[in-house]
């Protein structure tokens, strides 16, 4: 994939929650029939730590089970016990492997001269205050990169670049842990609280965007995001729109992800700063103006709409590639306003809020 | 499309011939029914060339009838007086409506400019001695440019930039001729004769690659280059592999055109300088090397041949998108060789050709 910067894994619970009529789900782990060809598969909490472990990447997530909705207070509890269970044997497994990261000898090597480095630098830290953990940068390509003579000193700057946090720990994957509990808000505590006692590198609310109002989603977040620790990374599984990521990072998530702006852009449903645009619309078949006018992405600087819209059209495979730009750009457009309203302050966080929070 | 380079349309006289089942010729012009949608199209000498004033290509080509192969020798004589009655109706609506290019009003005033700065540098000459015509980059995007504000002098730089060869004429679009006259050489020639009687910017050689063996097309463009002159651009229309590109190139072809490296990229066919990849091959899945270990484009720079398969086999929008790119480049990079190896002149030419050119 040759992707040179932080790559997060999902452990595959949810995954196996969406082929709902082929999988069975047992103490032990899930057994699924694949979608694609019908063979049958079986996943435990130990096969998807060893998954993610030898696909090394930086973050890495628990095994759980994402409950359904609507679902009643007791299946919502054995759930959740369900997924603290598998949360232990999660962490066990990665403690007792973690060091099997195929990038974890270069790591270690090159972590002394990342530390060197950032000793005479601790002044930086992350624009997100309350993201303290260390994400390190794999080595992952290092073997493919030999082969091809490419620079060394590049890839070792590169490297120490993508450390800004790097002071006082050799870097191996974080594992973070997920909370479930359906829309019980008493489950969610417990399941934050008992979650947080195994301990973990950062901490995930799952079992979201499952069907469940919009409004309710707020509420679990609110309500969960109360009882998790404030200095390690706080992530929403799931989600969203890009009102909803400004709502959630101004109480507090640090991160979130969803496939909405990459399978939106391929149905031809665009994000822009004066809203949403379907650009299969006959309205937009002599549109001579970009996209969205306040975006700076290469698709709005060089495209006119009509064009967009004549490509969505005739079914060209440029027109996902140009959608996906675009709706990407858009999104991480977003994410840069957020960490700028953060570094100006908390009175700024609010007024960035009130744009897409309800009114009480 | 905003292609801020040089663009070439072709008349759609070789797209209806391939529509083989579905068309009517007449003296008049073609009635075809779309392979689309059913419908019926009529297309003559008069609406090819208005259809490619509108679109404002900066070469257009005469509308022609492209002779199937085999043909006997009547059928060849009859098509190619149909392209020649055509040819001379092509180029008396072009010379009648040249002026109503889109962008001419802008190109006039531009043009000045452009000479102006020309006649300061005039000891610029094309890489390919042979091609003497003025090839203007329309200023076809200036509507939409306007529109977004964006820096008009840039626009002017690269405007003038692009017309390397503009001394002695205010530009308007280039109309080419095209030479018929099947795999008989002495049709070939009278072709050639009548059709520079009529007189184009350019000459090209159609109704190649129609089935024919690949010695016959080097054949035919031997014997029908002689009688083609040496002063305007010589265009083979509808080749070829990257061998052929060299050997032709070295026979005094000026231009080719051919949708081999899109289409075979697509079908996962890539060309590189240690020969032709079928990347769908199981026994490159663990191949941890780059396609082309000679080759300096992004997708050799940054992935395996194990990714390119593992997205090729996964069926992935992105496999389409990689090879199209590779390929592309690889073309690139013959021509940038063959311009090479002609300025390095003629000796240097004869080399190259050696290794592709059948031996006697």
Chains 1, 2 share one sequence.
Not at 52 to 61: K, V, W, Y
Not at 123 to 151: C, F, H, W, Y
């Amino acid at each position: 994939m040759a992707w040179p910067r932080a790559i997060l894994t999902d452990s595959g619970g949810f995954q196996v929650f969406s082929l709902n009529d082929l999988r069975k789900v047992t103490d032990e782990g899930v057994t699924f029939r694949s979608h694609l060809d019908g063979s049958s598969h079986f996943y435990s909490p130990e096969s998807a730590m060893a998954a993610q472990i030898g696909l090394g990447a930086d973050i890495i997530m628990a095994f759980d089970e994402c409950t359904e909705y609507p679902a009643d207070r007791a299946r919502t509890q054995a759930s959740m016990e369900l997924t603290l269970r598998w949360a232990e044997r999660s962490k066990k497994y990665f403690e007792d492997h973690k060091h099997e990261v195929p990038w974890k000898a270069v790591a270690s090597e090159r972590w002394s001269v990342a530390s060197d480095a950032k000793a005479q630098d601790s002044s930086q830290s992350s624009v997100l205050g309350s993201q303290q953990t260390k994400i390190p940068r794999s080595a992952r390509n290092d073997n493919a990169e030999a082969t091809r003579n490419n620079n060394n000193n590049e890839a070792e700057a590169r490297y120490t670049d993508h450390w800004p946090l790097a002071t006082d720990h050799c870097p191996t994957q974080s594992l973070f842990g997920i909370v479930q509990g359906g829309m019980d808000l008493e489950l969610r505590k417990e399941s934050a609280e008992r979650t947080i006692e195994i301990g973990f590198a950062g901490y995930a609310i799952g079992g979201l965007s499952v069907g469940e109002p919009r409004e309710r989603t707020r509420e679990v977040i609110e309500a969960t995001l109360e009882h998790l620790p404030a200095d390690k990374p706080r992530y929403v599984m799931g989600v969203g729109t890009p009102e909803e990521i400004v709502e959630y990072a101004s109480m507090g998530v640090d991160m979130m992800d969803c496939v909405l702006p990459t399978r939106a852009a391929r149905h031809g449903l665009l994000f822009t700063s004066e809203g949403k645009v379907s650009i299969k619309q006959a309205r937009y078949a002599q549109d001579a103006g970009p996209l969205d006018p306040n975006c700076g992405c290469r698709v709005c600087q060089r495209y006119s709409r009509a064009y967009l819209r004549h490509l969505y059209a005739s079914n060209e495979v440029l027109a996902q590639v140009l959608n996906t730009l675009h709706n990407l750009s858009f999104y991480l457009d977003t994410m840069r306003r957020v960490r700028h309203s953060i570094e100006l302050g908390e009175e700024s966080r609010f007024s960035l809020a009130s744009r897409s929070r309800p009114k009480p």
